[in-house]
């Protein structure tokens, strides 16, 4: 099974999704390196990706794929950075959590923010958060 660093990144109350050329939707992330830790797997991927530093990033959990052992993370970013498609990754956007799930995006993408909002629901039950 492959490890996998996977960043949400919520601003605005939307979610930030990359795609490369030709393909579905995803969260940012990448293959975690040998000899990386999964933190530096995310801070890298998220950068190489969208530009984005991240201020903080937050452990969240782990979402088992079909080959990939994802390693979840929430990025706090500057809220005015913009997120700006590098590398492999022809565009970025920020999506309302109740659009992805009408998107062409992958299912362990779909699956780690449901699972994220359902968790972020629990917390704080009255908030605008949920899908």
Known sequence: ?????????????????????????????????????P???????????????????????QFSGFNTLHHVFFADVEPHASAQ????????????PVKIATLSSSVPTRGIVELFFRHISVLEPDNMWRP
């Open 39 to 61: 933190h530096e797997g995310a801070l890298r991927e998220l950068e190489e990706e969208t530009t984005l530093a991240a201020n903080q990033l937050m452990y969240l959990f």
């Open 85 to 96: 498609p590098s590398n492999e990754i022809a565009k970025c956007r920020w999506f309302a």
């Open 1 to 37: 099974m492959k490890d996998r660093a996977t960043v949400l990144c919520v601003r605005d109350d939307r979610i930030l999704l990359v795609a490369r050329e030709r393909s579905r939707w995803a969260l940012p992330g990448g293959r975690i390196r040998r000899g990386e830790a």
